[in-house]
């Protein structure tokens, strides 16, 4: 484990937390999961109460999640303990370490890096169906929700352009990371693709490419109606790729989250807490980063990979 550079501490009494997430997430996407704090220890009522309040008051915190503060433990750093701060809806928890001051007058936000492990090898894209080139140096891999707008533009900067200039050099990989409370036909979407992801990889992009194109039409007036838009564009699929149409029937029938929810629980812990997300050879981008941008990204991936960078106006 590595500490982070930075040792952000701010008086308890102003600007009490240095916290980079956005704690509306937590009932957004039903985030990462956490354990119980402990009690609250030595730490006065008033010092609790201070903690919460300032947290509440300066993120906008809804009166829906409850904010519990653990007992001080000894920490590593000199003058400080160790306290864990846990916010929690609808039995969510997630859970952040803290350092308080000896006096209690100051709190602090120290941040671990664990660098003991690559991340991409946390990715787990066995059997994820592949664009671009296999044997490619720089792998993208985009978490991504078929209802999300964002998603939807993302999913056509990627392709074809991006795919059509950097092909022999890349490979992009998607992982799904529906966002369940938002968008409710997005984990139905993620099965269906799923059910054609494990007869033919063609099927499965072409699918992603029908779906992020014409989501409105898709969505219809209802998730119900939508699902049924849904599973029409799948078997239109199946057909079209001569899958075999009773395994495939039988799939989306089955309607089985359990793939997709696995993929949302490896997403949590690597920090995703949007959509989309990506990891290109180890490095976050969150968001829909235009296509100038994302070049550059490439361009810099490929050229810490040794490669060379296509042409402006490449295609492959």
């Known amino acids: 484990m590595l500490y982070s550079s930075h040792l952000k501490v701010v008086p308890l009494r102003k600007n009490l937390v240095c916290l980079n997430v956005f704690l509306f997430l937590i009932l957004a996407t039903g985030g990462c999961k956490g354990q119980s704090t402990a ?5 006065s009522p008033d010092v609790i109460h201070r903690i919460q309040t300032e947290i509440r008051s300066r993120y906008s915190v809804s009166q829906q999640v409850d904010i519990s503060v653990s007992g001080p433990e000894s920490s590593d750093v000199p003058g400080y303990d160790k306290l864990i701060v846990t916010f929690t809806h609808d039995a969510k928890k997630t859970n952040f370490d803290f350092l ?3 006096d209690r007058k100051t709190l602090a936000r120290l941040e671990k890096i664990d660098i003991s492990q690559d991340l991409m090898s ?14 490619a140096k720089v792998t993208i891999v985009n978490y991504d ?4 707008p964002f998603c939807a533009r993302m999913h056509a900067t990627l392709f074809p352009d991006l795919l059509n200039a950097y092909g022999s050099k890349v490979k992009i990989i998607y992982k799904d990371f529906p ?13 269906d693709a799923n059910c054609l992801a494990d007869q033919n990889s063609d099927a ?14 898709i969505a219809g007036k209802n998730p119900s109606e939508a699902y049924v838009n849904l599973d029409k564009a799948a078997l239109e699929q199946g057909e079209k790729h001569h899958l075999d149409a ?26 995703v807490d949007s959509t989309p997300t990506l990891f290109i050879n180890g490095e976050k981008i969150s968001g829909a980063v235009p296509e100038e941008e994302m070049r550059a990204i ?13 042409a402006a106006n490449a295609k492959n």
């Open 298 to 310: 490439l361009d810099r991936a490929l050229s810490d990979a040794g490669e060379k960078a296509p």
């Open 39 to 43: 009690a609250s220890g030595a730490l």
């Open 204 to 217: 499965y992009w072409d699918f992603a490419d029908h779906i992020h194109a014409n989501a409105k039409a």
């Open 145 to 148: 929700d078929f209802q999300c």
């Open 100 to 102: 308080l001051s000896k």
């Open 246 to 271: 009773q395994k495939l029937n039988a799939c989306i029938k089955k309607s089985d989250e359990s793939a997709v929810r696995a993929s949302m629980a490896e997403a949590d812990k690597l920090g």
């Open 179 to 191: 966002l369940l409370e938002i968008h409710p036909w997005a984990m139905h979407a993620a099965i």
């Open 122 to 135: 946390r990715i787990d894209v066995k059997g994820r169906p592949v664009r671009g080139n296999q044997n």
